[in-house]
């Protein structure tokens, strides 16, 4: 699908049409994280900000615990 920016004041919007949001569970309450590449644009959804640092706190738990088997395994 090739989609074009819309002017919305003085920035460019991307309008996503509604099969797509319902697609990945989005809807307009939903956050998204916007990265990139350098030359991709990546949009992803945000589900359970707690959820990712909860998921944080534990990679960096286990980090702290078993960094000798870690860095064994990285190798």
Known sequence: M???LT?????????????ILELIGADADTSF??????????LSPVKDAGRDAAFKATLDKVNKQYPKALKKLAE
Do not use: F, Y
């Open 2 to 4: 090739i989609k074009s």
């Open 7 to 19: 002017k919305h004041g003085n920035s460019l919007a991307l309008v996503i049409e509604k099969p």
């Open 33 to 42: 994280e916007v990265s990139t590449d350098g030359q991709v644009l990546i």
